[in-house]
Structure formats: structure tokens, C-alpha cells
């Protein structure tokens, strides 16, 4: 029974101290963890809680004293520890108790095999030093280790909160960028409780994102989830219902209701997508720009995600850039200003990166940038020395204005892109009957709308069955990708071809469960499998099919982002091949004036238009008008079509001149220098490869009952046909596949990718370390001398601190193991012998015989192995100290300097790092140490001895 007032114990996180039970409201309670600055509801039937009792001789501290236990008294449900004159209740007691029993387990001979306590200690180190890692949270992620993404996440995840503008091309990944900012944020304990808000095309890509990458389970709120929520009658707002949420602005515009119900709900982090979409002039705001607008003013961390170049609309980026610092950017007319003055110094860096000199204009603009800085200033009248040339570009950097807040990395830039290659499969406009001339219109007029219309498809005698047939039997060892509009395309496709050919079909259409998507994924991934997947427009959203390198368009998206999407299944960082991209159409047709003007107005096939969005905007309603016209066969439509064409031609050749012109290179070059800008990548590249820690966490599942068998090409089978717990998460639906190559989950998205801090592993580890198995144990070890016996204990070292702090990149929860013999002298240098490791499992050992001799010698044993860990201890804290004092004394310097010649670093940063040292500070020292498990080894004669 739960009553307020009472402490408890977690044992998923016995780190968090002693919690005090807050309020008990039907079948919830909620518990407080002071010293941690955390609030726990759980449900009273499944919390993993245990009562924090002492018992008669045990030690209890609070209210500045401290006693040993004589005698417990219970009063309205509630303990009163009373000895050495002196009581206390027990919503007295201070935080950190000592509270392990496994001295007990072992006086008591209530020992588990030795081969548990090994598993025990292996896992607690492990654990300490993943969590160390600047890559907890993303080592499980399926990510390709892109080394821009990887930088622009840990600058990013590293701001104190991060208020960030992702604008990278189309293309280079910034919905990955986002995610990996968000999941380092939960996992770090920065942020709890994170709001995705969307465009509702957007919402199920990014639930699938999230989680199938990220393993962040996110729950999508519609009107029908807010209602149902409500029923409850308790009153609640709905937002407050989950911590991880998706919303698109639809729903909200439509329920002035909810959107209130949303800004009353606290937010920790708030990621918009699409941001250039939200509108905003000076005079008036649009409803969705003013609803972020209220977000962002309340929420700590903000992520805005968006394609459009700068320079295709100042006003529009000014916008989004005081959506993240409403005081740095107040004023457009001095933004406009100031973005005029970066375009000169970008054309600055780039002579100095290429070694040539400056004119006399921009040593004449450098020299009034630096007055008043002497040695800058010297470095001018020789800027082309290598050492100078740094210096300067360095200087400039320190002084842009929108580097701390925008990201833009550029393909040319990030490089590592294959060629595209457009392959025409224009087909004769008299292949079709006037019937299929008209059902070939009135497809292009559903392909255009939004939501697609239903037709009646069939594909039985379109021509473009044939050229998609006979590619298949061109390329016989390929395997080629075809992204359609609909899943209605998908299954006339399917049903079409199903008599025509040979090869291996799956599908992957929005009717298929997620599951079911995985698995013909991997079908077509597989080298023997399926050699075409049929795809929805679903397919074009955030997968990797790489391994192939043929694309068929069988139709076209009249949004050229869309059509990008597409392409960039396949045409990604690391692809072997030239992209070959299959344009089907027929003569004539609407389909076909959009591939010309794709082909010849923006060039898309070959490249990836930055300003497709914007060109778009002006010539997107011609251009499905001419298209229906010519498809009709209009009079004067080959003239409109060229004229159309041509315009086109020219603006995206004038924009992209505008982005060649505008470009701001030091923007580009400021995350490089970024004190996080390649620690995450160096963190993964240290850790991706270890064959003993995969061997561990497949021993942590057997000890669950879980088989591991290998499938070959690194693919594992987990069986749970023994599972001896329903605690563990991932196994309702039986055997699971799984990997620890980072290669095979990439190209497998229905392959987990295990790490310690994937949810399967974790939840394993945490079951395990937070009960009793392992903590006792007893073994004998023939190395040993005779008349031998020694005590090994374990301490855990933990420092109780507001998550927020992330203290545990400095001093996670760490083991420190002491063993003494009976002369309790130290034994800093034993370790169990590999034949004793070996036999403890084939030994019968009576433990409880022992009981004597074990309740004579342990405790004094255990009183001087306190004694030696709590040196260990001072040392562990003294290092964790020092290596915090210097990180952010050294984050606050660099913050300071920048902060005198940049206006993008504000005040507010600089005070939250120097909070964040003093409170860290004044938290390490104050960390605790708690007994966790106690082996006890004898010599093999020592037993018969008693």
C-alpha cells in the first residue's frame, strides 16, 4: 500500500536516492526524487518500487544526525527509526541511504552461480562507460556516420537549450540532424518532454522516422485521441497525457480548443518542420507562425527545420530566426543590413582559404572590422602567410552573425554524392487509344491532387508495362525501385505485371501494417530477393535503398522537393553507383510535358534544385494547366510549352546564380570550429567496433531465457521461447532478428540495430542490475594459497543530481571494486583465476553450512573494503571534478570571447553554462557510495578447514 509520506526505492534507477510518495489518485502514485529534481508517476500495479525500510542495526542519517537502528516503530502506515536516544521518521530520512542487502544474501548463504555476479560487475562497467559516451542515446540509431549530420547534432546538442535553425539542402539529412538532437536530449535527461509539430503530409514519416531510426516511440494526436482522452473525465489536458508528441497544424487550426490546450501544456523541446511555410511580414503574422511564435516564447529548446536557401527570401529567414532569438533578431531592417556585410566577408574566406591575396577594398573592410585589435591588424599586412590566413578566417568566423543559430552544409560541399543519370522511356503517343489517352489525363489530374482521388486502375495494356518489362529483362542481376503516387497504383501494378514477368515483386504501399513493410524491405534488400519494390509515395519518405542504383519513375509528383524525396532513396552519401533514373512516359502526354520541364526547366534529374520550391510557387499552376492542354492536344500548346520552358530555365538559372552569389561560406565554416564539432564522430568511430561487448549483451539475454542464434551475414535470431520474464520489452510477437553490425541495420531497416542503449538491452541490463540476481555469490578458487579466503565487494559510486545536469558524462554510476583477505589487508590485484571461473558452475557448493564462519568474517571484512572504496571514491570524484572544471571553464571562455565580438552569443548562454558548473560542482562531491553486490572466494582447502 502507498500512503504519502512513505520513501521508496526505484529499482530501474536506485541512482535517483530514497523517492517520497506525493499522491496516490486511483490506480497511480507519484513519487518524488528530491535530490534529482524528478517526478515519477507509475502505475501502482507494475512501479518498479521497493519499499525503503531499515531494520535493527542498520545505520540511518537525516536532519544532520546519523544512529544505528534499535528499534522500528510503524504509526499511520508510516516508519519511525528510533536509537542512540534519538528518532526519525522516515520523511526525515536524507535522500541517500545505504540500502543493500546483499551482505545479507551472503551471511544468510542465499548465493546465485558465480557466472551471474560476472555478468553483474560486467554489465555495471559497461553501463558506466556507455553512458560516459557523447553517443548514448544514438548508439542503437540507425545512422550512416555522416560526418556533417554527426557535427551539426553534437553542436547542437550540446547548447544549454539548443534553439537551432536546420537549413541544409534537400537531400543532406536534416530530419536525422533533428532526431539525433532530440534523442540525445531525452537520453541525456535535458528534455523530457519534446513536441513534433508538422504539416499533417509530414506526420507519418516523421513517426516512422523516429522510431524505426531512433527507437523514440512518439504518439500522433488527432481530434479522435483528444476526445478519447477526455472521456476519462479527470479533467487532464490530453497534451499532458504523453511526453514524446506529434501534432500536425491542421488539427490545431481547426480546434482553437486544442491549440490552447497545447501552449498550457510544458514543453521542453519543440521541433517544427517546414518552417519556411510559416508566414510572416512585419505587420501581421499568419495564424500557424503566430501559434510556433507562442511556443517557442515558452518552450527551452527549439529545432526549425527548413530547405529555402537565405537568399531566395531574407524577410522569410529573418522570421525564423527570431522565432529562436526574439531579441538578438528584433529588427528586419538591421538584420537585411548586417546580412549585407557577410556576403563581401564570405568572399574574403574563400581567397584566404585558397591562399590569394586580398584587394585593397577588403584589406581596407578587414581593417575596419578589427580596429583596435593589434595583432589582427599585423596579420593583415602579410594575410597570405598559412599561419596569418588562419588567423584571419578564424577572426571572422568568431564574428558571423547567424552561425550559432543556422545550419546550412551544401551537397557540392558535403560531397560524396554518385551521378545521376536520366534514361528516357518515351514512348509513341499513338500507343494509346483515345480511351487510353483520356484514362492517362485523368491519371495525371489524380496524381497532382492532395489526397489522391480514387480510380479505377488498369494496367493491362498500357505501354509503359511493356518498357517497364523489358527493362527487368535488360538488366537481369538489378534490382530496380519504383516510387508511384498511390497505393492504389501499387496493387494494379502488381496485379499487371504479375503474368508478364518473372522477376521477384514486393510491395510497400500505406495499406501494409509497419511490420509487414519491414519485411518486404528486406526482401528486396536481400541478394536473392525480390528484384522490384512496388512503392507508394510512402516509399520516398526517409528509406534507404541504396544497395540498388535504378529508379522508375512511373509517374511524377508536381512538387519538385517530392520528386527529390524519390530520387534520394537511392542517390545518398556513400551510394557505389551512378543513379539511373527511368523516366516512363508517353509522348504528348501531361506526364510528359512535367518530366520536360523537370528535365529541361530545372534540371532535376541531374541535380538537386535548391530553389525547386520557389519555382513552384510561380509557374506551378501554368504548368498543370499547359500540361492538361497538351495532353488534349491544345492548338499553340508547343509554343506555350517552350515558352514555359524557357522562363523556367532562366529563373532557376538566375536563383541559382543568387545562391552562388549570396552564398555565406563562413556560416558553413563556423560549425567546424565548434569546440563538439567532431567529438561525436570520434565517439562512434572508438565504439562501433566491439566484438566483447555484442558477446556480452548476447549473455545478458540468455540469462532471460532468450536463445541467440547466428543466421549468417552478422544477422542474430533472439529466441524467447524460454523467457523467464514478461518484464522485457520487444518480444509479443515471438523471435526477433536483430544485428550488431551498423552496415546491416542500415541496409535492413526491419533489423534492430542492439547497443547498450537500445531499449531491449537496456530494459535487460536495468531488470538485471536492479534486482537481486548476481549481488551474492561464493566460489573457490584452487590458485588461491592455502587457508585462503578473500571478500570482493562492489560499490557503486553515484551521484545524485538533477538530470538536467547531465552529470553523468562526467561520473556516471560506476563501479569500484575492493577485495581484502581475513588480515583485512587489500588485494588490489586479484582476479578469479579463468579454470575457477571455469568449475564454479560444476561445483555443489552448500553455502548455508557456512553460515557461521561467513557471519564472523564478512563484516569486518566489509567494514574495511567501505573503508578502501571510499578513498577510491574521494580520487574518482576528485578526477570527475577537475574534468568538469576544465570542459566548462574552457566552454565559458571560448563563450566569453565570442560573446565580445558576436551578438549572436547572449547573455543567457553564458549565465546557463555557469549555472550548470556551479551546480555541478556543488553536486560531485556530494556523490554516494552503495554496497551493490559481495562475492566471497576461498581457497580449496578453506572449507574443509571448517
Known amino acids: 500500500m502507498f500512503v504519502p509520506g512513505q520513501r521508496w526505492i526505484s529499482t530501474a534507477e536506485p541512482e535517483l536516492g530514497l523517492g517520497t510518495v506525493l499522491r496516490v489518485e486511483g490506480r497511480g502514485v507519484q513519487v518524488l526524487f528530491a535530490k534529482a529534481g524528478v517526478l515519477r508517476p507509475y502505475a501502482i500495479d507494475s512501479a518498479p518500487l521497493v519499499r525503503a525500510e531499515f531494520r535493527a542495526g542498520q545505520r540511518v542519517a537525516g536532519k544532520g544526525i546519523a544512529f544505528l537502528v534499535e528499534r522500528v516503530e510503524v504509526k499511520d502506515e508510516l516508519l519511525i527509526y528510533r536509537g542512540e536516544g534519538r528518532e526519525l521518521h522516515e520523511g526525515q530520512l536524507d535522500d541517500e541511504q545505504s540500502v543493500s542487502q546483499a551482505d545479507d544474501r551472503l551471511v544468510g548463504g542465499r548465493t546465485d552461480p558465480v557466472a551471474n555476479f560476472e555478468l553483474r560487475l560486467e554489465g555495471l562497467q559497461r553501463r558506466a562507460e556507455a553512458r560516459r559516451s557523447p553517443t548514448w542515446g544514438l548508439g542503437a540509431a540507425r545512422l550512416g556516420l555522416v560526418p556533417h549530420q554527426l557535427r551539426v547534432a553534437g553542436i547542437a546538442a550540446a547548447r544549454r537549450p539548443p534553439r537551432v535553425l536546420l537549413a541544409d539542402e534537400v537531400g543532406l539529412g536534416k530530419t536525422i540532424e533533428a532526431g539525433m538532437i532530440v534523442a540525445r536530449q531525452l537520453a541525456t535527461g535535458r528534455a523530457a518532454r519534446v513536441l513534433v509539430l508538422l504539416p499533417d503530409t509530414l506526420v507519418y514519416q516523421w513517426f516512422v522516422e523516429l522510431l524505426r531510426r531512433f527507437n523514440l516511440s512518439f504518439a500522433i494526436y488527432d481530434e479522435e485521441r ?10 487532464r489536458n490530453p497534451f499532458e497525457d504523453e511526453q514524446l508528441v506529434i501534432a500536425d497544424f491542421g488539427f490545431l487550426e481547426a480546434s482553437p480548443k486544442r491549440a490552447r490546450q497545447l501552449l498550457d501544456a510544458s514543453w521542453d523541446l519543440l521541433v517544427v518542420d517546414e518552417a519556411h511555410h510559416l508566414e510572416w511580414t512585419p505587420e501581421a503574422a499568419s495564424p500557424r507562425y503566430a501559434l510556433v511564435e507562442q511556443l517557442a516564447a515558452k518552450t527551452p529548446g527549439v529545432i526549425l527545420l527548413t530547405a529555402t536557401p537565405e537568399q531566395l527570401g531574407r524577410s522569410g529567414h529573418f522570421a525564423r530566426l527570431r ?9 528586419l531592417d538591421a538584420y537585411l543590413a548586417e546580412s549585407e556585410q557577410f ?78 543519370r536520366p534514361e528516357w522511356q518515351l514512348l509513341p503517343a499513338d500507343a494509346l487509344d483515345e480511351a487510353g489517352r483520356q484514362a492517362l489525363l485523368a491519371e495525371f489530374r489524380a496524381d497532382i491532387q492532395q489526397p489522391v482521388p480514387a480510380l479505377d486502375l488498369d494496367y493491362a495494356a498500357d505501354p509503359r508495362l511493356a518498357a517497364l518489362v523489358a527493362l527487368l529483362d535488360a538488366h537481369p542481376q538489378e534490382k530496380f525501385l519504383l516510387i508511384c503516387r498511390s497505393q492504389a497504383k501499387v496493387l494494379a501494378l502488381e496485379e499487371a505485371l504479375r503474368t508478364r514477368t518473372g522477376a521477384g515483386i514486393a510491395r510497400f504501399h500505406e495499406g501494409l501494417g509497419i511490420m509487414q513493410r519491414d519485411r518486404n ?38 512538387d519538385p522537393d517530392l520528386l527529390e524525396q524519390r530520387i534520394g532513396r537511392l542517390d545518398r552519401i556513400g551510394q557505389a553507383h551512378d543513379i539511373a533514373i527511368h523516366v516512363l512516359a508517353v509522348a504528348d502526354s501531361a506526364q510528359h510535358v512535367l518530366a520536360r520541364w523537370y528535365d529541361e526547366g530545372i534540371d532535376a534529374f541531374r541535380a538537386s534544385p535548391a530553389d525547386g520550391r520557389e519555382l513552384l510557387r510561380r509557374f506551378g499552376a501554368t504548368l498543370a494547366q499547359l500540361a492538361e492542354e497538351h495532353a488534349r492536344g491544345t492548338d499553340s500548346r508547343d509554343q506555350e510549352l517552350e515558352a514555359l520552358l524557357a522562363e523556367t530555365r532562366a529563373a532557376h538559372e538566375q536563383m541559382a546564380g543568387l545562391i552562388r552569389a549570396g552564398r555565406d561560406h563562413l556560416l558553413e565554416l563556423a560549425a567546424r570550429r565548434d569546440l563538439h564539432a567532431d567529438e561525436l564522430e570520434r565517439a562512434f568511430r572508438r565504439e562501433d567496433d566491439d566484438p566483447a561487448r555484442d558477446a556480452y549483451v548476447q549473455r545478458l539475454l540468455e540469462a532471460f531465457g532468450i536463445h541467440a542464434e547466428e543466421l549468417g551475414g552478422k544477422v542474430v535470431l533472439l529466441d524467447p521461447q524460454y523467457l523467464s520474464t514478461d518484464a522485457l520489452p520487444g518480444f509479443t510477437e515471438g523471435p526477433q532478428s536483430v544485428t550488431f553490425a551498423r552496415d546491416v541495420a542500415l541496409a535492413r531497416e526491419d533489423l ?25 555469490a561464493f566460489m573457490v578458487d584452487d590458485v588461491l594459497p592455502p587457508r585462503s579466503a578473500l571478500l570482493q565487494a562492489v560499490y557503486l559510486l553515484e551521484c545524485v543530481a538533477d538530470r538536467r545536469l547531465d552529470a553523468e558524462r562526467f561520473m556516471p554510476t560506476q563501479p569500484i571494486v575492493v577485495t581484502v583477505d581475513t588480515k583485512l589487508a587489500e588485494r588490489a590485484d586479484f582476479r578469479p583465476s579463468e579454470p575457477a571461473l571455469r568449475k564454479a558452475a560444476d561445483r555443489s557448493i552448500e553455502v548455508p553450512r557456512y553460515r557461521k564462519f561467513l557471519a564472523r568474517l564478512v563484516p569486518p571484512m566489509l567494514e574495511r573494503t567501505e573503508a578502501v572504496a571510499a578513498l577510491r571514491a574521494q580520487s574518482a570524484i576528485g578526477e570527475a571534478t577537475v574534468l568538469a572544471t576544465e570542459t566548462l571553464d574552457a566552454e565559458l571562455a571560448r563563450l566569453r570571447a565570442l560573446h565580445a565580438v558576436n551578438p549572436s552569443i547572449s547573455e543567457a548562454e553564458i549565465a546557463a553554462v555557469a549555472d550548470e558548473r556551479a551546480a555541478l560542482l556543488a553536486a560531485l562531491p556530494q556523490a554516494r557510495l552503495r554496497l551493490d553486490a559481495v562475492r566471497f572466494v576461498v581457497s580449496a582447502d578453506f572449507l574443509a578447514l571448517r
Do not use: K
Request: charged share 20%; aromatic share 6%.
Open 226 to 235: 483528444c476526445e478519447a482522452l477526455e472521456q476519462a473525465g479527470d479533467d
Open 323 to 331: 522565432l529562436l532569438d526574439p531579441q538578438r533578431y528584433h529588427d
Open 343 to 420: 556576403q563581401p566577408l564570405s568572399r574574403i574566406a574563400d581567397r584566404l582559404l585558397a591562399g590569394e591575396a586580398l584587394d585593397a577594398g577588403q584589406l581596407a573592410q578587414l581593417q575596419a572590422l578589427f580596429a583596435g585589435d593589434a595583432p589582427l591588424l599585423a596579420c593583415l599586412a602579410d594575410a597570405t602567410r598559412p599561419a596569418h590566413a588562419r588567423e584571419i578566417l578564424d577572426a571572422l568566423i568568431d564574428r558571423h552573425g547567424t552561425g550559432r543559430a543556422m545550419f546550412r552544409n551544401r551537397r557540392a560541399g558535403v560531397g560524396g554524392f554518385p551521378q545521376r
Open 521 to 558: 524491405a528486406a526482401f528486396f534488400a536481400q541478394p536473392g530477393g525480390a528484384r522490384l519494390l512496388l512503392c507508394s509515395e510512402i516509399g520516398s519518405e526517409g528509406r534507404n535503398f541504396q544497395f540498388a542504383h535504378h529508379l522508375v519513375l512511373w509517374d511524377l509528383p508536381l
Open 752 to 776: 534492430p540495430l542492439l547497443r547498450l542503449d537500445h531499449p531491449l538491452v537496456a530494459g535487460a541490463l536495468d531488470l538485471a542490475l536492479s534486482g537481486e540476481q548476481g549481488n551474492a
